[in-house]
């Protein structure tokens, strides 16, 4: 059974930064290409980052490109989300999601994701 928990969301202010981080069980994660979503209160969910399962390509969103950096870490398992120089619009529940499907190729839409994590709430004050 494969199982994404994300961690490290909370309460930061705005200017501050937040690394999240997503671990992995139950698939071969150096395999899979993983990607970061979020949705905010009565919005649709939306694509933040995606990266290759061998770290070597990245993709953004445009609204968090310079702020935001994906990475990871196959030997734990692990994707991060480095979020910095927060804005009060970053304000969301954050998902990590795995594409079974993809090792180098990325993806910013969410039906190429095939698990999902239960999410981490990042609030951003003003």
Same mark, same amino acid.
């Given at each position: 059974? !494969?199982?994404?928990v994300?961690?490290g $969301?909370g309460l930061?202010? =705005?200017?501050?930064?937040?690394?999240?981080?997503c671990t992995?069980?139950?698939?071969?994660?150096?395999s899979? /290409?993983? $990607?970061? #979503?979020r949705?905010?209160? $009565?919005?649709?969910r939306?694509?933040? =980052? /995606?990266?290759?399962? &061998?770290? $070597?390509r990245?993709?953004? /969103?445009?609204?968090v490109?310079? @702020? #935001?950096t994906?990475? @990871? *870490?196959n =030997?734990?398992?692990?994707?991060? &989300?480095?979020?910095?120089?927060l804005?009060?619009e970053?304000?969301a529940? %954050?998902y990590?999601?795995a *594409?079974?499907?993809?090792?180098?190729?990325?993806f910013?839409? @969410?039906?190429y %994701? *095939? %698990?999902?994590?239960?999410?981490?709430q !990042?609030? !951003?004050?003003?």
């Amino acid at each position: 059974q !494969v199982q994404l928990v994300e961690s490290g $969301g909370g309460l930061v202010q =705005a200017g501050g930064s937040l690394r999240l981080s997503c671990t992995a069980s139950g698939l071969t994660f150096g395999s899979h /290409a993983m $990607g970061w #979503f979020r949705q905010a209160p $009565g919005k649709e969910r939306e694509f933040v =980052a /995606a990266i290759s399962c &061998l770290g $070597g390509r990245t993709f953004y /969103a445009d609204n968090v490109k310079g @702020r #935001f950096t994906i990475s @990871r *870490d196959n =030997a734990k398992n692990t994707v991060y &989300l480095q979020m910095s120089s927060l804005k009060l619009e970053d304000t969301a529940v %954050y998902y990590c999601a795995a *594409d079974q499907n993809s090792c180098t190729r990325v993806f910013t839409t @969410r039906g190429y %994701y *095939d %698990y999902w994590g239960q999410g981490t709430q !990042v609030t !951003v004050s003003s």
